[in-house]
């Protein structure tokens, strides 16, 4: 067990729609990353906060969002979905600049 | 840019063979290198990492160095066991914090 805890485990969901996937880090970290699994790009990082404020982008489409709250959780927020948005999306939480300890993830499929 | 790439997989190998995962990196600067470890159904673990040159990684019998001058990070395990079927994941870190993956190395370790 990492200590990262990912809610929901699985969602189910139509294309249009939005959704919103929630991450808590381990305690005491500060730093907040997310990625995405999908067969056909790998694994790809997709935005960072810490300490509230975004820290970093990857490859992350204009209709995602994302926050970190003050109690340091964070919201990953997706919308007008579309079938190729159908992945895994992880959670990562890090110390300043040290080792990424990842939750165990949300499975998201779009149909 | 900066880019990670692994061995196609899947790799198939009895219990108690020798392993070797290859993995090599294109990276300006000097990254830290990594291996995580996915097992089905489950999130990424931490396997080793390494911070700087010659440096050896190593736990649960996994062992790799971070070989700069063939910008390399080769996975190895001098007897795998049906436990260790996963699929690994090699990935980097530069001066930013986000994880550069590569693809992924399925394993499948038979009796």
């Known amino acids: 067990d990492s200590g990262v805890t990912q809610t929901p485990k699985h969602l189910i969901t139509a294309t249009g729609q939005r959704v919103t996937l929630r991450c808590s880090p381990r305690s005491g970290d500060l730093s907040v990353y997310w990625y995405q699994q999908s067969l056909d790009q790998g694994l790809q990082f997709l935005i960072q906060y810490y300490n509230g404020e975004e820290r970093a982008k990857g490859n992350i489409l204009e209709r995602f969002s994302a926050q970190q709250f003050p109690d340091l959780h964070s919201e990953l927020n997706l919308s007008s979905l579309e079938l190729g948005d159908s992945a895994l999306y992880f959670c990562?939480?890090?110390?300043?600049?040290?080792?990424?300890?990842f939750g165990p993830g949300t499975r998201l499929t779009v149909l | 840019g900066n880019s990670v790439t692994q061995m196609e997989g899947p790799v198939t190998l009895s219990e108690e063979a020798f392993l070797t995962i290859n993995c090599t990196y294109t990276?300006?600067?000097?990254?830290?290198l990594f291996w995580y470890v996915q097992y089905p159904g489950e999130g990424l673990q931490l396997l080793l990492k390494a911070t700087k040159a010659d440096d050896k990684g190593s736990n649960k019998g996994f062992e790799a160095t971070y070989r700069k001058e063939t910008t390399s990070f080769h996975l190895e395990k001098g007897s795998v066991q049906v436990s260790d079927s996963a699929v690994y994941f090699c990935?980097?870190?530069?001066?930013?914090?986000?994880?550069?993956f590569g693809k992924g190395t399925s394993l499948l370790v038979t009796p």
């Open positions: 990276a300006t600067g000097y990254p830290s």
């Open positions: 990562a939480s890090s110390q300043e600049g040290d080792t990424q300890y």
């Open positions: 990935a980097l870190r530069d001066s930013g914090y986000a994880l550069n």
